[in-house]
């Protein structure tokens, strides 16, 4: 069965450094998606993305994001300026097609600000 | 009322028993819902999708009931595997392309 893989599963970083997350969706999906889970609280929607470029984005996805779908098949997420906070497992998800359709999700970057 | 609600347990139960979650949403203009399972420290994983009235799977069965915004999830002859946070997710509002939101988790632990 087609999965979304993602990478580095670990990630440590000194706060203030960028990171990149790596993602690729299933194949044949038209739709990405990246998500966020701080330790102990829910999933959140961090942004979403379709055509090249981003389509719908959270209250969470400032200035210190970015996404880039550098070449057909990987899906990045950039984090500028890391914070404390940033601290998570981050969740990349594709869709075949966007609304009403459910969304694969990776298997996760946890992510560990020190 | 919250995006979505749902009882964040634990559910404490013998194997082979019967055991339901209850999930509210504020959105009357959903069309989908989802439920999903999370293994700890795990990615959500699609346990199954509901579109109408409801939708049977094997030991698993989600009822919608649209006019009191309402979805559940009842677990037939619960296995030790079954032990997991189940995620109830409905389409978010605002756009057209997909944004997901979760609920906080129902809690299963299944004893032997």
Same mark, same amino acid.
């Given at each position: 069965?087609?999965?979304?893989?993602?990478?580095?599963?670990?990630?440590?970083?000194?706060?203030?450094?960028?990171?990149?997350?790596?993602?690729?969706?299933?194949?044949?999906?038209?739709?990405?998606?990246?998500?966020?889970?701080?330790?102990?609280?829910?999933?959140?929607?961090l942004?979403?993305?379709?055509?090249?470029?981003?389509?719908?984005?959270s209250e969470i996805f400032?200035?210190?994001?970015?996404?880039?779908?550098?070449?057909?098949?990987?899906?990045?997420?950039?984090?500028?300026?890391?914070?404390?906070?940033?601290?998570?497992?981050?969740?990349?998800?594709?869709?075949?097609?966007?609304?009403?359709?459910?969304?694969?999700?990776?298997?996760?970057?946890?992510?560990?600000?020190? | 009322?919250?995006?979505?609600?749902?009882?964040?347990?634990?559910?404490?139960?013998?194997?082979?028993?019967? !055991?339901?979650?209850?999930?509210?949403?504020?959105?009357?203009?959903?069309?989908?819902?989802?439920?999903?399972?999370?293994?700890?420290?795990?990615?959500?994983?699609?346990?199954?999708?509901?579109?109408?009235?409801?939708?049977?799977?094997?030991?698993?069965?989600?009822?919608?009931?649209?006019?009191?915004?309402?979805?559940?999830?009842?677990?037939?002859?619960?296995?030790?595997?079954?032990?997991?946070?189940?995620?109830? !997710?409905?389409?978010?509002?605002?756009?057209?392309?997909?944004?997901?939101?979760?609920?906080?988790?129902?809690?299963?632990?299944?004893?032997?």
């Amino acid at each position: 069965e087609p999965e979304v893989t993602q990478t580095p599963s670990h990630q440590v970083t000194q706060m203030g450094q960028e990171v990149i997350l790596r993602c690729v969706p299933i194949s044949n999906h038209l739709y990405f998606y990246w998500y966020r889970q701080i330790l102990g609280q829910k999933v959140e929607f961090l942004v979403s993305f379709y055509n090249n470029e981003i389509s719908e984005k959270s209250e969470i996805f400032d200035d210190q994001f970015s996404v880039e779908r550098p070449d057909g098949s990987n899906f990045t997420l950039k984090i500028r300026s890391t914070k404390l906070e940033d601290s998570a497992m981050y969740f990349c998800a594709s869709s075949e097609t966007g609304y009403n359709q459910p969304q694969h999700f990776g298997d996760g970057t946890r992510l560990s600000i020190l | 009322r919250k995006e979505v609600e749902q009882d964040p347990g634990p559910f404490n139960v013998p194997e082979g028993a019967t !055991v339901a979650f209850n999930c509210t949403y504020s959105n009357s203009a959903s069309q989908s819902f989802f439920w999903y399972r999370q293994d700890c420290r795990k990615e959500p994983k699609l346990l199954m999708s509901v579109y109408s009235s409801g939708n049977e799977d094997g030991r698993f069965t989600a009822q919608l009931n649209r006019a009191s915004q309402y979805i559940s999830l009842l677990i037939r002859d619960s296995k030790l595997s079954d032990s997991a946070t189940y995620l109830c !997710v409905v389409p978010g509002r605002g756009g057209s392309q997909g944004n997901l939101i979760f609920g906080k988790g129902t809690k299963l632990s299944v004893k032997p």
